[in-house]
């Protein structure tokens, strides 16, 4: 993978750093020719890569979600 990433553990990763790995760790496993194990290895990766992208997208959208209930509610009391 790129610059690392694989070697580090997934809480560590940023967003964009988990889904550049993620789509890699796609990339090579729809490529085949991996045993069994290195397969399996690298699907698990890949699962703890797209859990960690939806943790991120999950962190975003309530970020975005009380930025818009504390805007609604500065406009409420104008």
């Known amino acids: 993978m790129t610059d690392n990433t694989a070697e580090r553990p997934v809480s560590e990763l940023d967003y964009e750093q988990c ?31 797209a859990r960690r992208c939806q943790e991120h997208l ?6 975005i979600e009380r930025a818009l209930e504390a805007s609604d509610g500065e406009t409420a009391g104008d």
């Open 19 to 49: 889904r550049d790995e993620l789509t890699e760790v796609v990339r090579v496993l729809e490529q085949g020719g991996l045993d069994l194990d290195a397969s399996l290895t690298l699907w698990e990766r890949g699962e703890q890569l």
């Open 58 to 63: 999950d962190g975003a959208r309530a970020r």
